[in-house]
């Protein structure tokens, strides 16, 4: 049973910095893609960043690209999401999310493709 459980997030203030972490338990290799997820209430759950554990590319929202910045070490099987620049527009729960596939370079941010997720974390930014 693959596991994920969070770290990290909290309150800041805008233009702040925030750093998320997904301790990845049972990933029996490294073939799978690793994205982060939020949600905002009153609003839907989208895709904010992913990247393949395997190695290789990686893709972000066009709401988050260059001010947050996903990766992953290896060595201690977790994933991150660095978030600078925050804006009271980035307030959500945020999600970490594996499946198992060939690459992230399809549907990244496709919500019904993961099946494993982790508990979420709140981030909350304010003006």
């Known amino acids: 049973q693959i596991t994920l459980v969070q770290s990290g997030g909290g309150s800041v203030r805008a233009g702040g910095s925030l750093n998320l972490s997904c301790e990845e338990w049972?990933?029996?290799?490294?073939?799978?893609?690793m994205a982060w997820f939020r949600q905002a209430p009153g609003k839907e759950r989208e895709g904010v960043a992913a990247?393949?554990?395997?190695?290789?590319?990686?893709y972000y929202s066009d709401s988050v690209k260059g001010r947050f910045t996903i990766s992953q070490d290896n060595s201690k099987s977790t994933l991150y999401l660095q978030m600078n620049s925050l804006n009271p527009g980035d307030t959500a729960m945020y999600y970490c999310a594996t499946r198992r596939a060939e690459s992230c370079s399809i549907d990244w941010d496709a919500i019904g493709a993961y099946g494993h997720w982790g508990q979420g974390t709140q981030v909350t930014v304010s003006a």
């Open positions: 990247t393949y554990a395997a190695g290789g590319h990686t």
């Open positions: 049972r990933l029996i290799d490294r073939y799978y893609c």
